[in-house]
């Protein structure tokens, strides 16, 4: 199999970022200012960075402690050696928490990313839960969502990673799982770039797969609503309450927990950023860098020139090595890989999903976001698109 050279496609992009109008369900105001940075904005009225800002971060810690008092634990944390999880870790320390590192091993980890969760982990004494796949298992159900032919195939690490974190949390008897996004760095993805819920994972594993699916949970509708009402357990997104400059927590990840770089965002994962800069940019035309940088563009950590020229280059470095590396360990053959990758593109909309289910509950889940219960970007991303 040939691997083709890159090329940028975009038709109208946003005057402010660079999302552009190969993202199905963007739209733009008359100044030509695209959803994402009016999403941008909302997010920003909601959890502004001001003098009242450490205030408010220090009381939800103090809640968070006050509802541990005697557990082990008074949160869960998700690891995966990249730099927004371990940053995140570090300021949940700091602040005085006590966290349970949870970490979910899909065979693919970087070795990079091992050494930087042991390294942190050790550094910080946070006791480490690491659940392992079967690989043939997850293996099966990754083959199954490439067979599908949508842009979701990062899914089923997503929803497990969810999944093992509320399931962790029941068992601990913690009501609060911290996570390691920022709208500001990683703003907010499009649901036609990534969708995902249990009922989806499960229908494309059933469809496409061949084996059960025994050594790791895929929670369904009934285990979210569980979790969340009848356990109350919150999503907490401590990000949103902290500065984040790039190159100021590279430096400072380095200097106080030895954290090193993997290489682009999200690369952790060898999967990951095989799949993001290879096969989302050449069979989809979605490049996720769009994204970050956009989100740095609109914080003043890069300009929408420099932006522009960076989305430009090829993101997939890997050459035929990694190629031939990622084909071996999913047991595929060249001519078999090339097969998906001519196979004609499909949504998730395609499939059997909670989606339209979603869509009719747009009055609770309102409720839901203003109450603190669903996180805030939910409802933003299923009622700010018209897919």
Not at 136 to 158: G, N, W
Not at 291 to 319: C, F, I, W
């Amino acid at each position: 199999m040939e691997i083709e050279p890159y090329q940028y496609k975009a038709g109208q992009v946003c005057t402010r970022c660079i999302m552009d109008d190969t993202v199905k369900g963007i739209s733009f105001d008359k100044n030509g200012v695209c959803t994402f940075c009016h999403i941008h904005d909302e997010l920003e009225a909601s959890f502004p960075m001001n003098d009242e800002t450490p205030k408010k971060l220090q009381e939800l810690v103090n809640k968070i402690k006050k509802d541990g008092k005697n557990k082990k634990y008074d949160c869960v944390l998700g690891v995966s050696g990249g730099r927004d999880s371990t940053y995140t870790l570090v300021e949940a320390v700091r602040l005085g928490l006590r966290p349970l590192a949870v970490h979910f091993d899909n065979g693919w980890n970087s070795d990079l990313a091992v050494q930087n969760i042991k390294n942190v982990c050790k550094k910080l004494n946070v006791d480490l839960y690491t659940h392992v796949a079967d690989w043939e298992e997850y293996k099966d159900l990754q083959r199954a969502f490439l067979a599908s032919s949508t842009p979701d195939a990062e899914v089923p690490t997503d929803w497990v990673i969810f999944s093992v974190l509320f399931r962790e949390a029941a068992r601990e008897g913690v009501k609060y799982i911290i996570h390691g996004h920022s709208f500001r760095t990683e703003g907010t993805t499009p649901l036609t770039w990534t969708y995902m819920d249990g009922k989806y994972v499960n229908y494309i594993h059933k469809k496409f797969g061949k084996l059960k699916i025994k050594t790791f949970p895929v929670m369904s509708m009934f285990d979210y609503l569980y979790y969340t009402f009848i356990r109350r357990i919150r999503q907490i997104r401590m990000l949103y309450y902290l500065p984040y400059n790039e190159e100021e927590i590279l430096e400072k990840l380095t200097k106080e927990v030895g954290w090193q770089s993997y290489g682009g965002k999200h690369h952790e994962s060898k999967y990951t950023g095989f799949f993001q800069s290879f096969i989302l940019t050449r069979k989809f035309n979605i490049d996720k860098r769009k994204l970050h940088y956009s989100a740095l563009l609109r914080n003043g950590q890069m300009t929408r020139e420099e932006a522009l020229a960076k989305v430009q280059k090829d993101p997939y470095d890997g050459g035929k090595a990694t190629l031939d590396y990622c084909l071996k360990k999913l047991d595929y053959t060249h001519d078999e890989f090339e097969a998906i990758m001519n196979e004609k593109p499909k949504l998730f909309l395609d499939y059997k999903s909670y989606y339209s289910l979603v869509r009719k509950m747009e009055k609770p889940i309102l409720w839901g976001t203003k109450a603190g219960i669903i996180p805030d970007t939910v409802y933003r991303k299923f009622f700010k698109f018209d897919i």
